[in-house]
């Protein structure tokens, strides 16, 4: 359910006379990102992980310039989609630098998979017959565990449909051996958002009770999952512990992690209006934003204007769905017509979630590195029929 508190928004990245004349010469709604706290961000998983293999989990965000920013700082790409593997290719990414992950990969991404020297993330036994003739592969364990989060973002439950149970995982390794594959090693990845570390830890221990069975392993992927709060040098320890008893080099693949606190999405207050609660009309909503509707999910807000007479609005879309609410009970000086609100933590499944349902353009998304880029444009009603016949 969507509770009242929401946490002050400490990661406005980019000063708000910026955002103002970011939503002045671009419009709204519109997806801000910061270059400097992308990098941050990476810097703050190499200081946890070390040498680790950054696989970045690009259905958070995939636009390219984001995933060429990072791939110039040796970050490569977790895929779960023929698109997303095309992007892949389409910024260069080859071998160790592609994972092609998912419950049910098609043909097309397992010879586009395999064209790239992919290695691919084995989810259930039968795909060791469906993988391309000498395939690199992990095993995708599913570790059976309830984690802390929504349950739409909790994957290694056992009644999730995620990967193969601990007990057959040293059978499809050796079956993946016997068919003529390189099996490197072991895939975990319990979640997303998680909230309580110990999740972390007692998954990574479910995989190290493996070792008996499976021998000296090359990799043992840990996934992402982590809140943008997260304890990364406790959750690194104790991927190293763990994949200590494999012999084996960590690999990790955070999404949110790594561009959420760098984005914000801008929209305008379009008017005001009291039913039975007090709404701020806004120009964005579900279309552009569909975490809080989807998961309930509580995003910072920020006024980009001030004022003494502070009440307490629901945001609401423009979307003609009564769930169409950015965020409920915020409170905010009193708005004026055109006022601009920054919702933050939206550079992670805010822009590659967005729909065109009710024929509505994604959004325009920026770039701030010294200037401003425009790094997708907005679309046009043209472009969103322009596949229809
Ligand atoms: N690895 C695998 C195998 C995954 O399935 C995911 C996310 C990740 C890594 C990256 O997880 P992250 O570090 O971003 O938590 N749409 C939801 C999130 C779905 C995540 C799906 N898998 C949201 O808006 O919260």
């Given at each position: ?332 000086p009193e708005p004026h017509v ?50 229809e016949v």
């Open positions: 359910s969507r509770g009242a508190s929401r946490p002050p928004y400490d990661r406005a990245v980019i000063a708000s006379d910026l955002l103002l004349d970011a939503a002045e010469r671009f419009g709204t709604p519109l997806y801000v990102y910061d270059a400097a706290e992308l990098d941050a961000a990476v810097g703050r998983v190499r200081a946890a992980f070390g040498h680790a293999r950054v696989s970045y989990a690009m259905k958070a965000n995939s636009n390219l310039t984001v995933l060429r920013r990072l791939q110039a700082r040796g970050i490569g790409f977790e895929c779960v989609s023929l698109g997303e593997l095309h992007r892949a290719r389409e910024v260069g990414a080859r071998g160790d630098d592609v994972l092609v992950n998912g419950p049910a990969k098609s043909a097309e991404e397992y010879t586009l998979g395999a064209a790239l020297g992919a290695t691919f993330i084995v989810d259930r036994e039968e795909e060791v017959a469906l993988l391309p003739p000498r395939s690199r592969a992990l095993v995708r364990v599913n570790p059976a565990l309830d984690v802390s989060t929504h349950d739409h973002l909790a994957t290694g439950a056992a009644i999730s449909k995620f990967g193969v149970r601990l007990d057959v995982a040293a059978d499809v390794l050796a079956a993946l051996r016997a068919a003529g594959h390189d099996a490197r090693g072991l895939h975990v990845h319990i979640g997303s958002a998680i909230r309580d570390a110990a999740d972390f830890e007692r998954a990574f221990a479910r995989l190290a009770d493996l070792a008996p069975l499976t021998g000296p392993l090359e990799v043992l992927d840990v996934g992402g999952g982590w809140s943008l709060d997260a304890d990364l040098h406790g959750i690194a320890a104790r991927a190293r512990e763990a994949a200590s008893a494999f012999g084996a080099q960590v690999w990790v693949e955070p999404g949110r992690y790594l561009v959420a606190g760098a984005g914000a999405l801008l929209t305008r207050v379009v008017g005001l209006k009291r039913t039975g609660r007090s709404f701020a009309l806004i120009d964005a909503g579900m279309t552009e934003l569909l975490r809080p509707m989807l998961y309930g999910a509580q995003h910072p807000v920020q006024a980009l204007w001030s004022g003494a007479d502070v009440q307490t609005y629901d945001l609401a879309g423009p979307a003609c769905e009564s769930g169409d609410l950015l965020a409920r009970d915020v409170r905010l055109g006022a601009v609100i920054a919702v933050g933590e939206a550079g992670a499944y805010g822009a590659s979630m967005s729909s065109t349902y009710l024929t509505r353009s994604r959004p325009m998304e920026v770039l701030w590195d010294g200037e401003w880029s425009v790094i997708r444009r907005r679309e046009t009603p043209q472009d969103l029929w322009a596949t």
